[in-house]
């Protein structure tokens, strides 16, 4: 049988690759063996792009676009609205600082899972990821779509506003494509 060994080897210039065969009366199997010289990984790298893309894709929910008017109505003026904002961007800015020095000091994957159950253990980890999981995202999405049903109603319903029903079905709308959700949206509305 045939005994072969075959070394893959990448230098920073060029590749090689060597291959040795001999034959062997005595053998009565054949063994292959490759040695990789390079470690393949992924790259830990983000760029301008994918910092601005992470960031707009957090902060621009859909509590910028009703919190405006209620910082303007309860603070009374624009100056006073403008200071309100300076200080929420500031404290914004020392959890974003945090975040990045997590990110940093904890080199795994799963963001705020990862981070705590490196502090705290896997159960209180878990609990997280449930509660994130059964209320959190759920009620972050629910909250989102509701916003955007009521902005996109509005030139509809100039005088009165839209009604409370035809909100939350242009908001299920949102989060689902389920047939079951247009036929009740064409049956309440047609």
Known sequence: MAEASVTYSKSPGRSTMSSSSSSSS???ASSCSVNIVEEIRLRQHLGLGNGIGIIVGIIIG???FI??????????SVGSSLIIWAICGAICLLGAMCYAELGTAVLKSGADYAYINEAYGTFPAFLYLWVAVVIILPTGNAITALTFANYVLQPVFPEC???STLISLTAALCI?????VWCVFLWVFF
């Open 176 to 180: 689902s494509k389920s047939y079951f």
């Open 67 to 76: 919190s405006p008017k209620g910082v303007l109505l309860e603070a009374g």
């Open 62 to 64: 859909s509590g910028i």
């Open 161 to 163: 506003g839209p009604p």
């Open 26 to 28: 005595s053998s009565s």
